[in-house]
Nanobody
Framework: QAQLVESGGGLVQPGGSLRLSCTAS????????MGWYRQAPGREREWVARMTAGGIINYADSVKGRFTISRDNAKNTVYLQMNSLKPEDTAVYYC?????????????WGQGTQVTVSA
């Protein structure tokens, strides 16, 4: 079975930067899309960014120009570089990945990492 583990969250001042990482491990045959979502208190989970195995990238309008998604396929890892952070970026950030493993083709989610943007 595959699993995703995130790291890199924390407290940062407005205008600051953070880099999130998410690594997939387990009995993985291949990984297609990898992406990031976030959920702020009292709000529904929203999509942030995605990147296909072939390198196609999409961003939510709210983060375009400030966030950068990248991935290292050799390490089964996706990153989210977040610059010019705003208080409204405060949320729990989750990575997800469409993984083919011994269990078949399934979307996996990480456990989430807290990002707090505050002075």
């Amino acid at each position: 079975q595959a699993q995703l583990v995130e790291s890199g969250g924390g407290l940062v001042q407005p205008g600051g930067s953070l880099r999130l990482s998410c690594t997939a491990s387990g009995s993985i045959f291949s990984i297609n899309d990898m992406g990031w979502y976030r959920q702020a208190p009292g709000r529904e989970r929203e999509w942030v960014a995605r990147m296909t195995a072939g390198g196609i990238i999409n961003y939510a309008d709210s983060v375009k120009g400030r966030f950068t998604i990248s991935r290292d396929n050799a390490k089964n890892t996706v990153y989210l570089q977040m610059n010019s952070l705003k208080p409204e970026d405060t949320a729990v950030y989750y990575c997800n990945a469409f993984i083919e493993s011994m269990e078949g083709r399934t979307i996996y989610w990480g456990q989430g990492t807290q990002v707090t943007v505050s002075a």
